[in-house]
């Protein structure tokens, strides 16, 4: 099942809820890089900058890093909602007016075009959130390769990457005790039944968010509790007692792990931050140039 079905409106607000709830350590500890490495982080995007930031909207992060930059020029936010876009933009620009905001309403797994770039000094990517991990090794490579398009050159990828750590600290943020995290999962398949004439029956799912050691992820799923035949969007779907419908996967890095898929994407790892523990990462990619490339 596709992640994006997770986040209807009431997925959205689920989600944000997840991110509260104290199992759930990216958040926080992404933010608390972000404060403590500002000045770093502001010094390697530089002056003058474009912000490009793919399925965003106007929250903490986004506020944090624009407000620690120097002078930046232009912030372009994608997101496949018009009215969270405009709704964004115009909160913005009441917290920064000197700063254009130019919306895009697309969805960054699709091809999109940039608007022209007059007046900035280089480009850079703001993916946080470890959004990276929720998408399959060759998805991820993709998407990746076209943000470095992006960047040219000059510019860079400042992108949130979650590191791995014993199933013991990563599996309760993605099965929380207040039990939200299942419920954003099981919302998912009240969104089926109505909007492509599913007939599925919550109470016969449970959710489920082991960690898989052998491929470093969390899968994340609801698995039927009894035999049943199921139907969504004019198709038939028979499952079995103990059947897992996967509804989204969070993959974990070494920092080694993941400087070999942003290689594999024509970007080299120039910066790292992490938090004391080691939890979570905030790296910034840049592209390689063909002289570098060997």
């Known amino acids: 099942m596709s992640a994006k079905l997770l986040y209807d409106k009431r997925g959205a607000v689920l989600f944000e809820k997840i991110c509260e709830q104290p199992e759930y350590y990216p958040t926080d500890t992404e933010l608390d890089i972000l404060r403590t490495c500002a000045d770093e982080i502001s010094a390697v995007i530089g002056p003058a900058a474009r912000v490009v930031e793919p399925g965003s909207g106007e929250g903490i992060k986004t506020k944090l890093l624009l407000s620690k930059l120097s002078d930046p020029r232009v912030f372009v936010p994608l997101d496949i909602s018009r009215a969270q876009l405009e709704d964004a933009a115009h909160h913005l620009n009441e917290s920064f007016p000197d700063l254009r905001v130019q919306p895009i309403c697309a969805d960054f797994h699709d091809e999109f075009d940039l608007p022209p770039d007059e007046g900035v000094r280089k480009t850079s990517v ?169």
């Not at 938090?275 to 570098?292: E, H, I, M, N, W």
Request: glycine residues 8%; hydrophobic residues 40%; charged residues 30%.
């Open 126 to 294: 703001f993916f946080p959130g470890s959004t990276i991990g929720n998408m399959e090794p060759d998805e991820a490579r993709d998407l990746l390769r076209r943000f470095a398009a992006f960047c040219r050159p000059d510019g860079g990828i400042l992108i949130g990457v979650d590191l791995e750590k014993p199933p013991a600290i990563v599996e309760p943020a993605y099965d929380d005790d207040a039990g939200v995290s299942a419920a954003f999962a099981l919302n998912v398949l009240q969104r089926l039944n109505r909007e492509l004439d599913g007939d599925f029956d919550p109470d016969q799912f449970r959710y489920e968010a082991p960690y898989d050691s052998e491929h470093h992820r969390i899968e994340m799923g609801l698995v039927s509790r009894v035999d049943q035949t199921v139907h969504v969007a004019g198709e038939a779907f028979d499952l079995r007692a103990g059947e897992k419908i996967i509804t989204e996967y969070s993959y974990k890095f070494t920092l080694e792990r993941f400087a070999d898929l942003a290689r594999s994407a024509g970007l080299r790892v120039s910066h790292v931050w992490c938090d004391p523990k080691r939890y979570f990462s905030v790296q910034y990619l840049t592209p390689v140039t063909r002289g570098a490339a060997g």
